[in-house]
């Protein structure tokens, strides 16, 4: 039955030795579940958001790297200790770098399953319907999250990672009253990621006032409009951005946001009537805080209010909501319709962990699915970002294809992060430090626009762009330009020095 006592239901509480054990169990469980994780989804350190969190902490362990375009990925790091903690590890264990970021990537997911494991204990008296939930979180880490291009849990650290284990397990404290550590978590959200922690906050008040019972008015409050200038350089940054826009969502974005919305509400109505308070007030102000957010999403989506207001993203709360439906959905699932009969219950893992598995192989084809400090670089361009790394000057100024991450082979691998070089600026990952920080819009779109026609340059656009920009190295895709001098090459792309003059 779902938990009517949430106390009764953990199992640290019980006395003595059995409790001991009964916590090194489940650490065994959550480890074995962690392992499975990383073999299901995949392992990519390198891609996508790594593109903005790598350079950070690198240029921490070493001041000297990108001297030239910092500001691009410090726009969005430099209210998150996430990399100061990254980099303090490092150099206080001595552990190298990669293994590191491997390490923490483990630690990231144990965290996020334990503090799933902690809710379901509070929940839900079934021990195997416990472990069910935590399991299916697990198997669909890398599910998209509706209209927010976020995953429950990226296949690589950043510090989303960190902050999202950090806030279930928030929820899970105040869950249990244990106000103290609770707050200590939520200090941790803040610390990692204010814009996440901020969302936790914002449940963690609707669920104080579902607990007692009150009335939520939700009325025409005065808010405070971001009037930040909308320049034509900022509004094309923010354009790129479409999934921050409720008015450009297809209709399987939405329904991606109001199903767990309605499943939440129906979960409520179904611990309401078992009895079970702690399950039915979790659930309640879980669709109501989702709703909230929702209704904020479609008015900025729909009345074109300032572009500014794109910073604050009010879908990413539906990441915790994900979270908890799956946690809470699948323990009920396992209690009251496959109940004892263990295969139904192996084959949605199973199935489910196929799915997750076939996609991560689909969006990242030409890249080992797991990208281990142990093994040797076989993707062409991570290895030609990696001979950047290791035979040029650590003040050396490249320039790629704008949209290089996108390029067939690529497999959305971040030069800053494994070439430890500065570039010019891209059109996939730069814009969203312009979202962040107007400022830089202009220098942003004087560079792209710089690049423009990047297919058909030659020599002596390269040496335009050394003239404008400084650059004085590209890598350009196979088979390169004829007139330049490159020391490296392969399959995919070359390596090439930029002529000071025609």
Same mark, same amino acid.
């Given at each position: 039955m779902i938990s009517r006592d949430s106390r009764a239901a953990l199992p640290g509480r019980s006395a003595g030795t059995a409790g001991w054990r009964a916590i090194l169990a489940a650490g065994m469980g959550l480890s074995g579940l962690t392992t499975a994780a990383v073999l299901v989804h995949g392992y990519h350190p390198a891609v996508e958001d790594a593109e903005i969190y790598l350079p950070a902490i690198r240029r921490l362990l070493n001041?000297?790297?990108? *001297?030239?375009?910092?500001?691009?990925?410090?726009?969005?790091?430099?209210?998150?200790?996430?990399?100061?903690?990254?980099?303090?590890?490092?150099?206080?264990?001595? +552990?190298?770098?990669?293994?590191? $970021?491997?390490?923490?990537?483990?630690?990231? +997911?144990?965290?996020? !399953? &334990?503090?799933?494991?902690?809710?379901?204990?509070?929940?839900?008296?079934?021990?195997?319907?416990?472990?069910?939930?935590?399991?299916?979180?697990?198997?669909?880490?890398?599910?998209?999250?509706?209209?927010?291009?976020?995953?429950?849990?990226?296949?690589?650290?950043?510090?989303?990672?960190?902050?999202?284990?950090?806030?279930?397990?928030?929820?899970?404290?105040?869950?249990?009253?244990?106000?103290?550590?609770?707050? $200590?978590?939520?200090?941790?959200?803040?610390? +990692?990621?204010?814009?996440?922690?901020?969302?936790?906050?914002?449940?963690?008040?609707?669920?104080?006032?579902?607990?007692?019972?009150?009335?939520?008015?939700?009325?025409?409050?005065?808010?405070?409009?971001?009037?930040? *200038?909308?320049?034509?350089?900022?509004?094309?940054?923010?354009?790129?951005?479409?999934? $921050?826009?409720?008015?450009?969502?297809?209709?399987?974005?939405?329904?991606?946001?109001?199903?767990?919305?309605?499943?939440?509400?129906?979960?409520?109505?179904?611990?309401?009537?078992? &009895?079970?308070?702690?399950?039915?007030? !979790?659930?309640?102000?879980?669709?109501?805080?989702?709703?909230?957010? $929702?209704?904020?999403?479609?008015?900025?989506g729909f009345t074109h209010a300032s572009p500014g207001w794109a910073r604050l993203q009010p879908m990413r709360s539906l990441l915790l909501v994900y979270i908890i439906m799956l946690l809470l959905g699948g323990g009920l699932l396992e209690q009251f319709v496959f109940r004892r009969r263990i295969w139904l219950s192996g084959t949605l893992l199973l199935v489910t962990a196929l799915a997750m598995f076939y996609a991560q192989r689909q969006q990242f084809p030409s890249t080992p699915h797991i990208e281990g400090p142990w093994r040797t670089a076989t993707n062409d361009w991570v290895g030609g970002f990696q001979w950047v790394r290791d035979h040029t000057p650590p003040d050396s100024y490249f320039a790629l294809n704008p949209g290089f991450m996108t390029m067939p082979g690529e497999d959305e691998h971040g030069f800053r992060a494994l070439a430890e070089r500065s570039r010019l600026a891209d059109i996939v990952k730069d814009p969203g430090a312009v979202t962040i920080a107007p400022s830089l819009a202009e220098s942003w779109q004087a560079q792209v626009e710089g690049l423009e026609g990047w297919q058909n340059f030659q020599r002596s656009d390269f040496s335009r762009l050394r003239q404008r920009f400084g650059v004085n190295w590209v890598v350009l895709e196979q088979p390169g330009r004829s007139g330049l001098d490159c020391p490296f090459q392969n399959r995919s792309l070359l390596v090439c020095r930029v002529p000071n003059g025609d």
């Open positions: 001041p000297g790297l990108y *001297p030239h375009d910092a500001v691009f990925f410090s726009a969005q790091t430099k209210l998150s200790l996430f990399p100061q903690l990254i980099a303090l590890s490092i150099r206080a264990s001595h +552990i190298p770098f990669d293994w590191a $970021l491997f390490f923490w990537h483990a630690v990231s +997911i144990f965290l996020l !399953l &334990g503090g799933c494991w902690r809710i379901a204990g509070l929940c839900l008296s079934n021990r195997r319907a416990q472990w069910f939930g935590v399991a299916l979180v697990a198997s669909l880490l890398t599910m998209p999250v509706a209209g927010t291009a976020l995953y429950i849990m990226d296949q690589y650290l950043c510090a989303r990672s960190l902050s999202t284990a950090a806030s279930v397990w928030s929820v899970a404290r105040f869950l249990d009253r244990k106000w103290r550590s609770g707050l $200590l978590w939520l200090l941790c959200t803040f610390a +990692i990621h204010p814009l996440m922690a901020a969302f936790v906050v914002a449940y963690l008040a609707i669920w104080f006032l579902v607990s007692r019972a009150a009335r939520l008015h939700v009325g025409r409050n005065a808010a405070m409009f971001l009037a930040l *200038p909308a320049t034509d350089a900022y509004r094309q940054a923010v354009g790129t951005r479409s999934y $921050l826009f409720l008015s450009n969502w297809r209709w399987h974005e939405w329904l991606g946001a109001l199903a767990p919305l309605a499943i939440l509400w129906w979960l409520s109505r179904m611990a309401r009537k078992s &009895g079970a308070t702690t399950f039915e007030i !979790l659930a309640r102000s879980l669709a109501i805080f989702g709703l909230l957010f $929702l209704c904020a999403g479609v008015f900025l």
